[in-house]
């Protein structure tokens, strides 16, 4: 299924975010969206998931315009995982993941197959030992988990995640980036994540999305051609040098005064 | 696509453990006893609900039995039976306990259901657990509507159909305020809660001007019924407060688990396939309809919809699947209780409903929220 995104424009009232972006997803794997702050990343994938309307161009899911899909049918396509979940009132783990199968029950009454689903991803993502405390009582890493767990309980066919390993340790930001990429290539499913470690972008995406102020995309393709010392400069506008890791760039960043002595 | 066991930099306990995420599920005992444990603690939740249930029928009966005239709590339930059958043995009593009695009990037990759903429907749609009707300016608005047309028609309850359309139509200003205030860009709990005080008090302080033209009679009765009494309701009064109070618990019912993901955040709330605006009106303007009904019948009781979710949250959970029908019947039950404490405290005076409730409500809540382990909101 092939998820297509036309001349894409967005605006917070007078301000435009994003300006005329085009891509296509059209096979499994893992894409990362990478930029600075403020390009407007995050708006991107809301707009992937229908919850902010473009204020022009078309997102389209397998030749349908994502506007004439239904709430409930898009989110049996399309889950989006928050960078911040604000659960207000604390509930069990368990129950939180299984929320994420609403948009497949019939009265929201758990089916047998919907609990087999919750427990494979709490075992998928590492908290089937936290399945039964209050979700208040977790770390901001066991959180962070849960809410994927959650977008992974929709079984879509996108997943969308606004910076899945922001609040997570070194060996978790690992552990959850190859498991979404082992889940890419082994379910089918397209996972398209935000990303600011651009190191975890070049070693485990298939695919990567640069943006650059005005809210456009600078460049996209295998994370060997998107990565470059001249594309991080022009982006960023940091220096950096590549090397090579394992058939994969790896990126050491430079601080601003040898970037400087360097140009 | 490279395979994550051919990544040379990675570690090998690393991978293992990843492996270890993706082991079958079957072959899992430790899964397994979870879910025994998950469905076992439903149990409990269960039962909370049936102790609540026993319990109202047994401070119902003790309530009856308060009064000038005492009557044993057996007497109270055979009296009840012997009406009910058609086998009236005493008319004395059956006066008394079935036509003086009774609807008191009964309008508290409603009230008690319709006003705690309608707390905690709000705290989840709101994402406020400060939020019930009366802090959001419903009851005030209800009440406001419910005494123009009180003085308007000229005597207390000559037209129940004004009264109750009055108090709907003038709850629905701050429910139409809070939607709006919802969509604003920079809202935030707390500048909801803060416009609920303020049409509040902007409500209390014409209701309070529209009694300077109230007759003495009138005047006292508006005066108790803003403290919130259950001995103004008479039968012919509790079919309409019954109807809309079960519409309303059965329908915020069959939303509760909508509810459960709308309290994750609008945006979640989309992304599960839930439109959260529409849904967070429509619950809106439900709330503002069984408040306003319970309201005009009862006047303003404050503190069954804040309190009566968060007491019930500390023994079942946040889960709306149960909060919702553990609410109404533990509402119910703190209501009469509350009602009994009154009838009882200065005895033969009686301190009305209402102020029990902010005598009690306040230290119990107070002491539950500070001396609890767990905590009740995240926020």
């Not at chain 2, 072959?27 to 979870?34: F, R």
């Not at chain 2, 000229?154 to 109750?164: H, I, K, P, Q, R």
Request: hydrophobic content about 50%.
């Amino acid at each position: 299924m092939r998820l297509s995104v036309e001349n894409l424009e967005y605006s917070y009232g007078s301000a435009k975010v994003l300006c005329g972006i085009n891509f296509r997803v059209d096979r499994p794997g893992l894409t990362c969206i990478i930029g600075p702050n403020g390009v407007g990343k995050s708006t991107l994938v809301k707009c992937l998931d229908g919850i902010y309307k473009p204020s022009a161009g078309r997102i389209t899911i397998g030749g349908r315009d994502i506007s004439g899909i239904r709430p409930r049918e898009l989110a049996r396509l399309v889950a989006f995982v928050p960078v911040v979940s604000g659960d207000m009132f604390s509930m069990t783990v368990f129950d939180t993941v299984m929320m994420g199968r609403r948009p497949h029950q019939k009265l929201g009454n758990a089916s047998p197959l919907d609990r087999e689903i919750v427990r494979r991803t709490l075992n998928m993502m590492g908290i089937r030992d936290l399945a039964m405390r209050g979700s208040d009582e977790l770390s901001a890493g066991q959180h962070q988990r849960m809410v994927i767990a959650r977008g992974l309980a929709q079984t879509p066919r996108f997943l969308l995640l606004d910076e899945p390993t922001a609040n997570l340790d070194a060996r978790h930001q690992i552990q959850v980036a190859m498991t979404l990429k082992d889940l890419a290539s082994r379910s089918g499913m397209s996972v398209i994540m935000i990303s600011h470690d651009l190191n975890i972008a070049a070693r485990f995406a298939d695919t990567i999305i640069m943006m650059a102020p005005p809210g456009v995309v600078y460049a996209s393709g295998p994370p060997e051609e998107v990565i470059t010392e001249s594309s991080i400069r022009d982006v960023y506008g940091v220096g950096c040098s590549i090397v090579d890791a394992g058939g994969r760039p790896h990126v050491i960043l430079l601080d601003p005064l040898r970037f400087r002595e360097t140009r | 696509m490279q395979d994550i066991h051919d990544d040379p930099l990675l570690s090998r306990s690393v991978v293992e453990s990843v492996d270890e995420w993706d082991a079958p599920v079957d072959s899992d005992s430790a899964l397994k006893t979870t879910l025994a444990y998950y469905l076992h603690s439903r149990w409990w939740k269960y039962v909370f609900i049936v102790i609540c249930f026993i319990a109202i029928v047994f401070v119902a009966g003790y309530t009856i039995t308060v009064g000038s005239m005492k009557i044993t709590i057996m007497e109270t339930y055979e009296t009840i039976w012997n009406h009910i059958c058609g086998n009236i043995v005493n008319d004395g009593y059956d006066f008394i306990v079935w036509e003086l009695r009774l609807p008191r009990v009964l309008a508290g037990i409603i009230a008690g259901a319709g006003l705690a759903v309608c707390g905690a429907v709000m705290q989840n749609t709101m994402k406020n657990p400060l939020a019930d009707p009366y802090t959001t300016g419903v009851s005030s608005g209800a009440s406001l509507g419910a005494t123009i047309a009180m003085t308007a028609t000229g005597a207390l309850f000559a037209s129940t159909d004004t009264v109750v359309i009055g108090a709907f139509a003038f709850s629905l200003i701050p429910v139409g305020m809070m939607v709006l205030i919802s969509k604003m860009k920079d809202s935030s709990p707390t500048t909801m809660i803060m416009a609920g005080i303020g049409v509040m008090y902007i409500f209390n302080a014409i209701t309070t001007v529209l009694m300077i033209w109230a007759d003495p009679q009138q005047m006292q009765a508006i005066y108790r019924w803003q403290v919130g009494t259950l001995e103004i309701v008479k039968w012919e009064n509790l079919p309409i407060m019954f109807a809309v109070t079960l519409a309303g618990v059965l329908i915020s019912l069959f939303i509760s688990g909508r509810l459960n993901v709308l309290a994750t955040g609008d945006e979640s709330a989309k992304a599960m396939g839930i439109n959260a605006g529409r849904m967070r009106v429509w619950c809106l303007i439900l709330v503002g309809l069984v408040s306003a009904v319970i309201v005009s019948f009862t006047g303003l009781i404050g503190f069954v919809g804040l309190v009566a979710p968060h007491i019930t949250r500390l023994f079942i959970g946040s889960d709306n699947r149960f909060l919702i029908p553990a609410c109404a019947v533990f509402g119910s039950m703190l209501l009469i209780v509350a009602d009994a404490i009154g009838k009882v405290i200065l005895y033969p005076n009686v301190v009305q409903v209402g102020v029990v409730m902010s005598f009690v409500g306040g230290p119990i809540f107070l002491l539950l929220l500070l001396g609890s382990r767990k905590k009740m909101w995240s926020a």
